[in-house]
């Protein structure tokens, strides 16, 4: 066991900087009731999405890792409160990532990112980080929980995504369903994403096989080429079949 550990010294899969999960919806269709992927009363209104209550949301059920990501619309500096991307834990805790706005004199109107865990019943919510960012309408925001980990993004209009907070402080654990609320009518959800998010995989053919086969991982040795770690590898190998056998 202990050339196990040895050999698995090269890293891990990594998380990139930006959502991994794909397009789930562009709302392009007739304006009325979301539709049957939706469950609750959001509505489809100029090819946008409209939802208010944390009872609207995406009907597939997600395991960890999950994402949840959209393009918000509609926001102006005399709304208070943005849109905002949720994960929903069970049926009566969530993670947020919102958008809150504000105006201090002398400074004027400002913008921030807000993260946050909650309850439904009894309603509380605690905020785990607050940084001020200058989104705006057709800004991209983007929320991910991943080993224990809230990872919250932005891309605003023309730009790539950005990883702007971290935080793990994340004590719900249970069935996951994704959604984009709004606070205001004039604010809409212009396209909507998430599912399963997927890490980076480091790992080379070799410890593929190896992880499969239950054996701890094992990374690419650096350049060049070892050997005598490769002899290691398959020695692990096997001793694995061996033991398996």
Not at 50 to 79: H, K, L, M, Q
Not at 156 to 184: C, F, L, M, R
Request: net charge negative; hydrophobic share 35%; aromatic share 12%.
């Amino acid at each position: 066991e202990a050339i196990l550990e040895d050999v698995s010294r090269y890293g891990l899969p990594i998380w990139p900087e930006s959502p991994t999960s794909d397009l789930l919806d562009d709302f392009n269709r007739s304006d009325g009731p979301a539709g049957e992927n939706w469950h609750g009363s959001g509505q489809i209104i100029d090819q946008q999405y409209r939802a208010f209550s944390i009872n609207d949301y995406w009907i597939t059920a997600y395991s960890d890792p999950v994402e949840v990501w959209c393009t918000i619309d509609g926001i102006t500096d005399t709304d208070t409160t943005g849109p905002f991307v949720q994960i929903l834990i069970g049926t009566n805790a969530y993670y947020r990532l919102k958008c809150p706005l504000g105006y201090t004199w002398p400074i004027g109107f400002w913008h921030a990112l807000q993260l946050s865990h909650g309850t439904i019943s009894p309603p509380a919510e605690t905020i785990l980080e607050t940084i001020a960012h200058n989104w705006e309408s057709q800004s991209k925001i983007g929320l991910r929980l991943a080993d224990d980990t809230l990872t919250a993004f932005i891309a605003n209009p023309g730009g790539d995504w950005t990883q702007i907070i971290t935080n793990g402080n994340t004590p719900y654990s249970g069935e996951k369903h994704i959604s984009a609320i709004v606070s205001y009518a004039a604010q809409r959800i212009d396209d909507f994403g998430g599912g399963q998010s997927t890490p980076i995989d480091t790992r080379g053919p070799w410890n593929q096989v190896a992880h499969a086969m239950g054996i701890e991982d094992l990374y690419p040795p650096p350049a060049p080429f070892n050997y005598g770690e490769a002899g290691e590898l398959l020695f692990c190998v096997c001793a694995r079949l061996w033991r398996m056998g």
